[in-house]
Structures are given as C-alpha cells and as structure tokens.
C-alpha cells in the first residue's frame, strides 16, 4: 500500500513528473520495454487514435501523439494482465462488489463472454451466439420497444455508433442516453439556438492566430494535456491566456513539455495563464457579465470597441442584451463572481485588446443549473466584436472522450431531428420512432419506475459515472436484463440486473480483422476533424469481438427478417459502413476517399463561415439573469445559521473520467489516497477544526432522501471561501437526480450544496451549529 501523504507539488505540469508517472503506468499495467516503445512510437498515419481525450493532433498525420494521460489510457488497454473466467470462479458478485473501482479495472482486460449464475452470483462464460439470443428474447418479450434503453460511451467508433443507432431504431425507440448527457450536453443546447451548430467552430491552426485565449472550468492539465502544447506556443509568442477557474490549477500555471529536449535538460517550463481569475463555483455568468458590461461600458464612452458592422449584418437581439447589461449592478456581479469589479473590467480590457478571441470551457462551465445561460453568455461575449468565423477566434468547447462528438454526429441523440429521420427512412426503408427518447437522467428514473426492462452498454461505466449513485444501482438492478460491452471489469458489471451479461470487445489499440481483412476505424475530435484509426497490437483473446461485429450481430439475431440491412456483410469491411454513412449524412460524401487521405477532413462547420443555420437566419444574443436561485442559494437562506458549502466534483491527475490509473494526484499534492475534501484553510479555521481532520459530506436537498459521503480527509487547498471540491465517482452519491442543467439535463456535480460533519460514527452534528439530519432545501 502507497503511503498516504500530502506535499506541496513545486515542479510544473508535465515534465519529468510526467515522464515518471510513464514509467510507472507502464511498470505497473506488465507491458514489457518493446511493447512500451511501439506505444510511445506509436505517432504513425496508419497508427491508432488515443482512446483518452478528444483534443485533436497537432497536423492530423499523427494519429497518436504523446502525452501522459494518452499513455496511461493505452497502457490500460494494452496490458499483460488478463480477467478471464478463472477470475470470475475465484469471487462471487457480492465478493467483487466489496473491492474498489480501481481494483477491478486492474485486473486486465477480459477475455470471453460472461452472463450472470444467479445460484452461485457468479459470472460464467457464454458462448458469443447464445449471448446474442439471449438479448434479442428478452427485446423481441417487450411489449413496448421504449421499456429499452440503450447507452453509448464516448469511446464508440463512427462505425459502431452508425450502426448501433440504425439497429436501435429499426427495433423501434431512441432511447439513447449516452455520456454527452452528462457533460457537454448544455454546450449543444445554448449554442445551437444561437449559432446554428452544436460544436466550437476553431481549428487548431486558430490557435496559432489567437491574440488571447480565454478558458472557463477547465484543468487540461489534467483532462487534455496535449492542449498544453497549444497554450505554451501561443504564450510564447505574446498571446494573452485569461483562466477562470475556483482552483489553483498547476496545469494553468506553469508546463514544461516532455517532448522539448533543452527544457528538459534545463528543467525549465513555460507560464500558461497570463491572468488567473479565481471565481466562486458557478460564478461564470456574472463574470462574463461583467466583462460585456465593461466592453459596453467603453463603446459608449469612447466608441469604436463593438463590432457595429457584425452585429448589423449577422445578429439580432443586441438592444436587449444592451439594455439588461446597462441595468445590472456592479455589487450583485461582484457578490454572485466572486471577483471584484476591478478584476471583471482587468479580464475585459484584455478582451478589449485583442483583435482574435478563442473562448474554451470545459465541464467547470457545463455541470451548473445555469450552464446553459453561461455558456450563451460566453458566445454572446465573443460576438460583441466579432469573434466568430474568422481566423484566431471563435467558441472551442473541449470535450472528453475520444468520439463523443463524432457519436453524437452519426445520430446518438434521444432528441433526433426530423431530417435524420427522414434519411434513415429515405435511405433503409423503415419508418424510424419519432418521439423523443430518454436521456441519461430520465433512462435511470425509468428503471426506477419499472418502465425500464432492458439495459444495454455500449462502452462505458453507467453505475459509476452517473449521479446519485445508489439510486442509479437501484434503477440497474431492477432490469429484466443488464449487458455491458467493455474492455475490463467495472461497477457496472458487479450492480446488474436480474439476468446479466458482459460482453468484451477490441480495444481502439487493437488490430481488428475481418471477413475483408484488417479494418480500421473513424473518429471525430473535438475540432471536427475526422480521421481513421488501425490498431497494432495483437487482441488480447482470440475470443473478443469488435464492437460494430457486436452491433451487427445483435441487430441481426434480434431483428432478423424484419430488417433488410445487411448487417454481417456490412461488417465484413468497414469502407461498406462509411458508404451506408455517406448515404444518410451529407458532409460525409465520399467518405472512403477522405478518409483515406493523412489526417482525414474536417466536417463543414456553418458558423465557422458565418452561415447562421438558426430560426433567424441570424446568430442571436441572448440576455440572462444572474442567476439568484440556485441551489446553494436555497439552501444559505433555509439554513443561515449553518455554514452551507459549495462542491464541485473533480477528476484527480492519475485517472479518466471513472478509470483511475493510481491513488496520486501529483499536481494537487496527494498521494496515495482519494477521499480527501479541498477546502479553504480560513473555513477550517471557522468550522473549529485542523487541515486532515476527517469529516462526513452530507447534501442539503429537499427531497427527503439523506445523501452522504463518509470519511473524507481536509486538506487546505487554494479555493475560494465556501467552495469545496472532492473526486468523483466516491462523490457521485451526493448528486441528486433532480440536480440538473435548466433545459439540458446534465447533473449538476459542479455545484451541490452540501454540509460538513465531523466524521464520528453515528454522529450528524454540524461543527458549530447543529441541524437536522434530513436537511431540506431545493
């Protein structure tokens, strides 16, 4: 066991930390020396695309190119160890289930198919076609094809999400709850009204036009570490960087890049932030409000600072958003930010300055109630003086996982346009469904209803990356059926329904050969590039699947003479999906062409070219209220004589989205341990109590259900006085489900008020007050 420390990390992001940590993931996953340079070499056309982030490469010819985090993800993916069924006759499920998320991912990569022996609550191998029969009786029972609910990962390829939504549909529902639920989903939603698309509208080579880069809520430190490179070029050539973020965050202060021999070698590093601007948790809205009340402020005192020639030609609603601008008060925004009016107008002035503007967010900005309004607001900021559809400016929402958006693109979306299914019908001669489907939250109210019978995963860790924890558990063990599609054993597979299947697939790193020889996949990166990805590495069984072969398989045992696609001969050769793909989507037209060009192509992005595919026609600003209602608000004025904090869930440096990769954050300090709680040495202090005492984090809500998290160790962390952070998934508990985005649906798990008690067992008292254990507000 690691010895549990807290130390003050000096050094910068990167560096040989990194290079280190590389090491020791490698050490540890069993790859031995040659496997571990084909991994670090691996920087090839024909190469694999990283199953880690979305952050596009530096030219597109390089399909994997290095950072730490890529190198822990494929490590993973790649390692010696093995979960096979002599595993899974060792433990029962009840034993499995007493072990912690990161012991079950180290156990190695599976190896068969398993379904569930209730008698014995153990796993056992199933043979691939009684796998497929056993799915396709419990849909074909179902009286209504909405009873199931179908989940994708980020992590799915072009082809499997394509087929995965046609198979889905054919059945008859578009229930597809997937991870863009969860995270980016507000992104979509604000600025689809506004710009006409879902997506940022920056290029990588934007980046290197850029006269000041604005990032709100996001550590890429951390969570997209290759965006580092980006951020050290444009610092070094006297580009503004402007952060807002609650923490200090060592990847937004200071890097020092791996790959650069001289700062190696002088163990040197480069500033990132120009200007670091500690706000409040969820205090981005009045913040962006004061920077465009500042920027009005200045057009009305000396001209010249608006874009008049954009906002005439390209957008509408700018009076309103003038008038309600010119109405808010300094004091409100200062009180709701957290800044000072002094540090709104410092930030905007900069904005001011420049002449390209990137703005970037990540799930800081996305996981609010308001995140919606917030990130209208940074759009309509951007749009003041015209940083939209030019070169060096523009919106860039960084998402996580490798093809989340390319999913969402092929057609993963509970909520489908019209249009898409006009050309599934056009296209494969069906009718497709045509009401809405569930999104994530909802898909998890209706297994707790009993409205969901059938459970399918493809990819993912439903049971921990989703809020309110043991509700979701209890929603999951109420399926007829629970089938998961995985790599490695996770939560997910030990919290199962009645009956249960795993099934395990090829990993990205993996070469993947069918009837028409070695295939390979597509992905689209956060920037819109669409590129192909080949594995080199051996599979890790003889009996593992790829995941299209999985869908097509299962449509075709499920649907059978119901459906005239020809679902195993598409899977025969990849380049017969892309073409079915060119059908129905436009701006995929000659997709095999395309692709099959170094570093792919970049989809058509209307509001890149200022085309405003919107009601209007027009781009619009929009006008929000400081938001005075949110949760932590309720639950301050309820409970004023009690100190109500503000959490915000994290990742820590050594883990991806639910996969932890070791027990470190190196950049925050900790070692050896997770359930820690960052907090303000000051409200330690208040609370009457010492950095590492340990507390229990209890919810304020008001739906009567007690959510509580025990056993946390205070650790004094630079954040802002009443805010907390702490990791998730050990934090989803405190999420509730009705916590969510106004008009998005995403949970919350960036703003949950919640109190802190002193962790004595059986004890529910607040330090320095004392309320009741059933605490009640929003």
Known sequence: ????????????????????????????????????????????????????????????????????????????????????????????????????????????RLTQPMVYHAPSDQYRPIAWDDAFALIARHLNALPDPDQAIFYTSGRASNEAAFLY????????????????????????????????????????????????????GQNPGTNHPRMLGELREAHKRGARIVSFNPLRERGLERFADPQDKLEMATLGSTPISTHYFQLRVGGDLPAVK??????????????????????????????ALAADLRAESWALLEQESGLTEAQMRSAADIYIGAKSVIACWGMGITQHK??????????????????????????????????????????????PPAALLDRLRDVFGFEPPRKNGVDTVEAIRQMLDGKGKVFFALGGNFAAATPDTYETWKALQRCDLTVHVTTKLNRSHIVHG????????????????????????????????VHISVGINPPASEHLLSEPAIV?????????????????????????????????FPDFKDFNRRVAVPGGFRLRNTASERVWATASGKASFHAHAVPRDTPSHIARERYKDAVVFTLLTTRSHDQYNTTIYGMDDRYRGVYGQRRVVFINDKDIRALGMQDGDWVDIQTVWSDGQERRAERFKLVAYDIPRGNLAAYYPETNPLVPLSAVADTAGTPTSKSIPVLLLPHVPGGAALAGTTVPAQAEAP
């Open 552 to 584: 097509a398989r299962l449509a075709a045992a499920t649907l059978g003479a119901r459906s005239n696609v020809p679902w195993l001969w598409l899977v025969e050769d990849y380049a017969r999906i892309r073409d079915q793909i060119e059908k129905v």
């Open 165 to 216: 939504q046609l198979f889905v549909r054919q059945y008859g529902t578009n229930n597809f709850p997937d991870c863009s639920n969860m995270c980016h989903e507000p992104s979509g939603s604000g600025m689809r009204p506004q710009i006409g698309v879902g997506k940022g509208t920056v290029t990588l080579h934007d980046f290197e036009c850029a006269d000041a880069i604005f990032i709100f």
């Open 498 to 529: 009645k009956e249960a299947l795993i099934l395990p697939c090829l990993g990205r790193t993996e070469i993947d050969v069918q009837a028409g020889g070695p295939q390979g996949v597509t992905v689209e990166d956060s920037m819109s590039m």
């Open 290 to 319: 004061g920077m465009m009340k500042h920027v009005l402020e200045q057009e009305d005192a000396r001209g010249g600072v608006l874009d008049h020639a954009f906002i005439a030609e390209h957008t509408t609603g700018f009076d």
């Open 1 to 108: 066991m690691k010895q549990e420390k807290i130390e003050f990390y000096k050094g910068p992001a990167g560096g040989w930390g990194a290079l280190n940590s590389v090491k020791n993931a490698l050490l540890r996953q069993d790859i031995p020396l040659k496997g571990a340079k084909t991994l670090l070499s691996a920087n090839q056309p024909d190469g694999f695309d990283c199953p880690g982030c979305a952050w596009p490469d530096r030219n597109h010819a390089s399909t994997f190119e290095f950072c730490e985090n890529g190198v822990k993800a494929v490590a993973a993916e790649a390692t010696a160890r093995r979960a096979g069924p002599s595993l899974f006759a060792q433990y029962t499920v009840a034993e499995l289930a007493g072990q912690s998320d990161f012991w079950l991912e180290d156990q190695g």
């Open 370 to 415: 308001h995140a919606v309004a917030t990130i209208q607001g940074i759009v309509s900021l951007l749009m003041m003086r015209g940083n939209i559809g030019r070169e060096g400016a523009g919106p860039c929402p960084v998402r996580g996982h490798s093809n989340v958006q390319g999913d969402r693109t092929m057609g993963i979306w509970e909520k």
